[in-house]
C-alpha cells in the first residue's frame, strides 16, 4: 500500500505544478531527451522519488511550518545553447529556492555563470567533469570566485581518472590507448588520464591517443591505430552510444583489449548497444544496482516500482539524484529560510548527517575556497568503486566492496541508535 501511494505522488508530480504560496521551488535540469538522456531521466526520476517520499511526510520543516517541495523541470537536451538558455530563464526567478542536476560538462560550463550572478544556490549533479567546478577556482592569471553558489554531488574526473588508472597497472597493463569523445567532458577526461598517469609513477606508458565526435559509428581507424602500437587496454571517456561503437569496434578488428573509463560505461544505451561485447567493461561507480545495503534494496524497489521497469536506466545518476534532493531538503531546514543564499550557507555547514542510499553524509561541503575546489565537492575517493558490464548489468567488480557496503550501513545504525539513547538519556 505505501509503495503504490508513493507511486502515484511521484506521478503526479509531472502534472502541472501547485499554486500554494508556501512551497520550496525547485528546479530539476538536465537531458531528458538526446544522447545523454539515460543519466537526465534517471537523476531527474531518482530526484522525483525523494520529493515524493518528503511530499507524503508533509514536506520540508521550515522553521516549524511543513512546505512540500514543488518541481520545476527542464529539459537541456543536452546541448549548451539550450542549457544557457534554461539557466538565464532559471537566474530570472526571484522564488526560487535551488537547481538540482546537469550532466553534460558543456552545460555547467555555458549555464551556470548565470546562476551564479545572481546567487542561486545549485547542485551538480550527476556531471563529472573536472571543469564543471575549475572553472570557479584560482588560476594562474586571476583569482578564483569568492563566493561560489554552486555545488557538486558527483564523483569528479579526478577522482575516476585514478581509479581507472590504478586498475590498469593492477591487471598489470603498461601499454594503454586512450579514446576520449571531443566534447569538454572528453578532452577534459583525457587531461585527468594524463595527469593521473603521471601522478602514479608513469607506469603506464600511453602508445596513442584517439577521439571520435558525437555521433561516429565506425571506430575502427581510431581502433587500429591503438591495435597497431601495441596497446594492452583502452583507457576511455566519452559520453552515449559511441561507447558501444568503441566496444563493437574491438570485435571487429579482433582485439580482445578491456576496456577501462569513466563511470559513463554503465549507462544503458552502452550496455544495450554494445551487448556481449560490453561484458567486462569497468569504470568506477558511486552506486551498483546489484544492491548491498538494505537502504540501497529499497531505493530500487522503489524506482522499479514507480516507474515500472526492471532496470535503471543510470544507477548512479538515479541514486546522485535521489540524495542530492535529502541534502537539499536538510540545508533548508537548517537555514529556516526558502531563500536561496541561505540555503547555500547552510549546505558549506550541514550540522545532522544526511541519510542516503549511497552514504550517509557527514558535513559533505564546507565553506568555499577558490583554491580548493573539494570545498564544495561531497565525493572523496572512498565514496567510489569499481563496476563491472555483466551481461546486461553492472556488478561489483569486487564483491568485498559490496560485503564493506553492507557493514557500513550496519556500523552506521548502530551508532545512530546509540546517540538515540544518549540523547533519551538527557
Do not use: C
Not at 578564483?144 to 558527483?154: C, D, E, K, W, Y
Not at 526558502?338 to 548527517?353: G, H, M, R, S, W
Request: hydrophobic share 40%.
Amino acid at each position: 500500500m505505501k509503495k503504490t501511494l508513493l507511486a502515484t505522488l511521484v506521478l503526479g508530480l509531472f502534472a502541472a505544478p501547485s499554486f500554494a504560496a508556501d512551497v520550496v521551488k525547485i528546479a530539476l535540469t538536465g537531458p531528458f531527451s538526446g544522447g545523454s538522456a539515460p543519466m537526465g531521466t534517471s537523476m531527474r526520476d531518482g530526484a522525483k522519488l525523494a520529493i515524493a517520499e518528503i511530499n507524503a511526510a508533509g514536506g520540508i520543516d521550515v522553521a516549524g511550518k511543513k512546505m512540500p517541495i514543488e518541481i520545476i523541470e527542464r529539459d537541456d537536451e543536452g546541448k549548451n545553447e539550450r542549457g544557457a538558455l534554461v539557466a538565464q530563464e532559471l537566474a530570472s526567478m526571484e522564488d526560487l529556492s535551488g537547481v538540482i542536476g546537469t550532466v553534460n560538462t558543456g552545460i555547467a560550463l555555458s549555464g551556470d555563470k548565470h546562476l551564479q550572478e545572481k546567487g542561486i544556490t545549485k547542485i551538480i549533479t550527476p556531471a563529472a567533469g573536472s571543469a564543471s567546478m575549475t572553472q570557479w577556482a584560482n588560476k594562474a592569471d586571476k583569482p578564483g570566485v569568492p563566493n561560489l553558489s554552486i555545488f557538486r554531488f558527483a564523483a569528479h574526473d579526478g577522482i575516476q581518472a585514478a581509479m581507472v588508472v590504478e586498475s590498469a597497472i593492477k591487471q598489470k597493463f603498461t601499454k594503454v590507448a586512450i579514446l576520449h569523445d571531443a566534447t569538454n567532458y572528453g578532452v577534459s577526461g583525457r587531461d585527468d588520464l594524463l595527469a593521473q598517469i603521471k601522478a602514479q609513477g608513469d607506469k603506464l606508458h600511453v602508445v596513442a591517443t584517439e577521439k571520435f565526435n558525437v555521433g561516429d559509428k565506425d571506430m575502427t581507424a581510431q581502433l587500429l591505430s591503438a591495435k597497431a602500437a601495441g596497446a594492452q587496454a583502452i583507457l576511455i571517456w566519452g559520453i552515449g552510444p559511441e561507447l558501444a561503437a568503441v566496444a563493437n569496434g574491438l570485435a571487429k578488428v579482433e582485439m580482445k583489449t578491456p576496456l577501462i573509463g569513466g563511470w559513463t560505461l554503465s549507462m544503458s544505451n552502452f550496455i544495450d548497444n554494445a551487448g556481449k561485447n560490453g561484458n567486462g567493461a569497468l569504470m568506477p561507480q558511486t552506486f551498483i544496482e546489484e544492491a548491498a545495503s538494505t537502504r540501497a534494496k529499497s531505493f530500487i524497489n522503489g524506482y522499479y516500482k514507480t516507474y515500472n521497469v526492471t532496470r535503471i536506466p543510470s544507477p548512479v545518476s538515479a541514486a546522485q539524484g535521489y540524495d542530492a534532493v535529502y541534502l537539499f531538503a536538510a540545508a533548508v531546514k537548517q537555514a529556516k529560510s526558502t531563500n536561496t543564499v541561505k540555503i547555500k550557507e547552510a549546505l558549506e555547514d550541514l550540522q545532522e548527517p544526511v541519510k542516503g542510499v549511497i552514504a550517509t553524509w557527514k558535513h559533505p561541503f564546507s565553506k568555499w575556497d577558490p583554491a580548493n575546489v573539494q570545498t564544495h565537492e561531497a565525493f572523496r575517493r572512498e565514496n567510489a568503486v569499481m563496476g563491472m558490464v555483466s551481461d546486461g548489468r553492472v556488478v561489483f567488480a569486487d564483491k568485498a566492496d559490496m560485503k564493506r557496503e553492507a557493514k557500513e550501513e550496519k556500523k552506521d545504525e548502530k551508532k545512530g541508535a546509540k546517540q538515540g539513547d544518549k540523547k533519551s538519556a538527557k
